[in-house]
């Protein structure tokens, strides 16, 4: 049987006597593992199966979601198709079930190719590519965007990895993110930016770590803290092993969620993902991080996973 998410690329590394390895899925381009020295660094999924709650998918055009599914265009109402019947969204993007097209495998490097083709509630064609790469530092994403189509178009994309550090249970695993605004939310779409410090525990100030188990959010975060070009969030054990999270300046905003009941390869488990995202959820509506690109104008944006403490 064919696997449901299309094919599967892998690519693997060594570096300093480490063996890093990854495996992308033709569908959604989706991080299905990360591993160093066979300790996933991301929540994995089996071959056979589909990817839970977002798991490692690639979020385009727009990342979150978009309230209602309607948003203003010139004055019209564009209506999205609504994928979130709970809530009456439209959530996640346009490339959650498409396949992507193979451009290039090498042994660490795969390149996924995509276009958003004028739909329902998007007028808009965009070419998109997916580049991931193991490096001497771990994981590298590249991803870009051109306008195709003749009229300008909006544009804003997001990952969905959940970090791991092998079958580490949650109560022994420290979350930091440095983020020093948090998005206020009605129904998970965000209204005002608001200062950690004045948050209560609902979204609470992340970096200065937090124990994984102490969280139960789905938040926007704002304000990330720019080192050398990258802001750089981590999930580690009590020995400092773990996985960092770094993103560029193309991705100001980072979406943290911890669900108590996510659904591991080995069974449920309090997990963390850490999407890191050009602009935050409702963008088409709130034009906050949205790009316009003009035709032909070329976008691009970069973050990665890198294993610490091994």
């Known amino acids: 049987m064919r696997p449901p998410t299309g094919q599967q690329f892998t690519i693997t590394r060594d570096v300093d006597g480490r063996r890093l390895r990854a495996t992308i899925t033709e569908v959604a381009a989706t991080l299905r593992e990360l591993t160093v020295d066979d ?37 019209e109402t564009q209506r999205l198709p609504i994928t979130e019947r709970d809530k009456g969204n439209a959530s996640h993007g346009l490339l959650r079930f498409s396949p992507y097209r193979l451009l290039e495998h090498d ?31 771990g994981l590298r994403v590249t991803h870009e965007a051109i306008n195709a189509g003749a009229e300008r178009a909006p544009w804003a994309c997001g990952a969905h990895p959940y970090l791991a550090v092998g079958g580490t249970p949650a109560d022994e695993l420290t979350l930091t993110v440095p983020a020093a605004r948090v998005f206020n939310a009605v129904d998970l779409i965000p209204t005002e930016e608001t200062l950690v410090d004045a948050m209560d525990a609902s979204a609470p100030d992340l970096r200065g770590g ?7 959010i789905d938040h926007n975060y704002a304000g990330l803290e720019f080192v050398g070009g990258v802001a750089t969030s981590s999930l580690v054990d009590r020995e400092g092993r773990g996985a960092e999270l770094w993103q560029d300046a193309s991705f100001p905003y980072a979406v943290v969620f911890t669900p108590s009941d996510f659904p591991a390869i080995d069974g449920v488990r309090h997990a963390v993902a850490v999407e890191p995202m050009s602009a935050p959820a409702n963008a088409l509506n709130s034009g906050q991080g949205l790009v316009w690109l003009e035709p032909g104008e070329h976008w691009r944006g970069q973050w990665g996973i890198a294993p610490v403490g091994f």
């Open 39 to 75: 300790v996933d660094l991301v929540e994995p999924f089996a071959e056979e199966k589909r990817p839970a709650k977002g798991q490692g998918i690639v979020l385009a055009p727009w990342g979150g979601r978009v309230a209602g599914g309607d948003w203003q265009l010139d004055g």
């Open 107 to 137: 042994e660490s490097k795969v390149l996924l190719q995509a276009t958003i083709h004028p739909q329902t509630g998007w007028p808009f064609l965009i070419d998109t590519f997916v580049t991931y790469e193991l490096t001497d530092d």
């Open 210 to 216: 937090r124990r994984l188990t102490e969280l139960d």
